[in-house]
């Protein structure tokens, strides 16, 4: 198995500059990242700052959100969203080209909440971020959020997902499997696996319940990784879970 580290909700105990290091002292050299900006085009400098702290870290960028907006405010994206869309295009070239310095191959475009999204909106700007990402070969990838923490959020199941990216009908953009949203919706992650992994552009992991590491929830992870491996899933497995203090990382040595 091949695991990254999402700097956006591990090692927050630290700056963001300092994670990529500490990410690297864990024994990871693959991170990922929500868009850690405050808006979608920061300044070169604050770029600049990023891309050599992941290259002094040694360790490589394997995936990045495009702008969502507010994420802690409770935002969940532009790209659907009428009042979001221009911040969303703006973002675009800005993203890709941070991507394609760091080597990194999949982009994360995050649908927005509900009221307001508009589906024509939606495919319009994925086919302008896929027809961007293309240019460095990267991916764009569509995922599904639990409803019991984002009650706004209209893609909640992979079949939703599929539909999206189907109507997009780009050849990189591809469905990111985050198994812990799938499971809270009472999907059936080891069949989805055994049956949609070709679709898989991503895939991130937390157990269930309470969003934690692999072993504290009920999730079957033996048999997850080994499906995946059986399946032909080649990529990194985003590790995208909460942890406070020691031992984040204790169950890979299990």
């Known amino acids: 198995m091949r695991a990254d580290v999402n700097l956006s909700i591990l090692f927050t105990d630290l700056p963001l500059l300092e994670r990529p290091a500490a990410a690297a002292k864990a024994g990871f050299d693959a991170v990922e990242l929500w868009w850690p900006f405050s808006g979608p085009d920061p300044s070169g400098a604050e770029l600049l700052a990023l891309r050599q702290a992941i290259e002094d870290a040694g360790v490589q960028l394997v995936g990045l959100n495009f702008d969502a907006g507010d994420m802690a405010a409770g935002e969940r994206g532009l790209l659907a969203r009428p009042d979001g869309s221009a911040r969303f295009l703006a ?7 941070l991507a394609g310095e760091l ?5 994360n475009a ?10 024509e909106l939606a495919v319009a700007n994925l086919r302008r971020a896929a027809d961007v990402a293309a240019g460095i070969g990267a991916t764009v990838v569509v ?13 909640t199941s992979s079949q939703q997902a599929f539909d999206l990216i189907d109507e997009v009908g780009r050849d990189n953009v591809a469905f990111l499997a985050d198994l812990y949203h799938l499971n809270r919706m009472g999907e059936d992650v080891l069949e989805l696996i055994d049956r949609h992994t070709p679709r898989f552009g991503h895939v991130q992991i937390a157990d269930d319940p309470g969003r934690g590491r692999p072993g504290s929830g009920r999730m079957p992870f ?3 990784f080994a499906r995946l491996e059986a399946a032909g899933y080649r990529g990194h497995i985003g590790l995208e879970y909460r942890h406070e203090g020691p031992g984040a990382f204790d169950w890979r040595h299990q």
């Open 222 to 224: 033996p048999e997850i």
């Open 110 to 119: 995050l649908y927005g909440n509900d009221p307001g999204t508009d589906r």
């Open 103 to 107: 080597g990194c191959g999949v982009l």
């Open 91 to 97: 973002n675009i070239d800005v993203a890709v080209q």
């Open 143 to 155: 995922e599904a959020l639990n409803s019991h923490e984002n009650p706004h959020y209209p893609i």
